[in-house]
């Protein structure tokens, strides 16, 4: 199982990115797909997360910024980040929990990150 992230870049304060984040290989079923991010010489920390039914999870630094969404047929999860701050600059990682086929378990699988800066 892989994850692949796209989306990041540089963008001034009070814009907006999109990031996209497809799971691929043997997969039978994602359960809980999510967006962590790690700046510099902090801890990761959730930014939102979204289970296979649609309910969503935010951190509370992004509440009414950021919508994640999930397309189940594509394995794929998206973040849409809008009114950005400096502050959320960072390396954002997708996270997928994936249960493949001729497996009963769900197993944690993360993307290599991509990195969003946010000029002020």
């Known amino acids: 199982v892989q994850l692949q992230a796209s989306g990041g870049g540089l963008v001034q304060s009070g814009g907006s990115l999109r990031l996209s984040c497809a799971a691929s290989?043997?997969?039978?079923?994602?359960?809980?797909m999510s967006w962590f991010r790690q700046a510099p010489g902090k801890q990761r920390e959730l930014v939102a997360s979204v289970n296979f039914g649609g309910s969503t999870n935010y951190g509370d630094s992004v509440k009414g910024r950021f919508t994640i969404s999930r397309d189940n047929a594509k394995n794929t999860v998206y973040l849409q980040m809008n009114s950005l701050k400096p502050e959320d600059t960072a390396v954002y990682y997708c996270?997928?929990?994936?249960?493949?086929?001729?497996?009963?378990?769900?197993?944690?699988?993360w993307g290599p990150g991509t990195l969003v800066t946010v000029s002020s």
């Open positions: 290989g043997s997969i039978f079923m994602i359960n809980t």
């Open positions: 996270n997928a929990e994936v249960r493949r086929y001729r497996s009963t378990s769900f197993y944690d699988y």
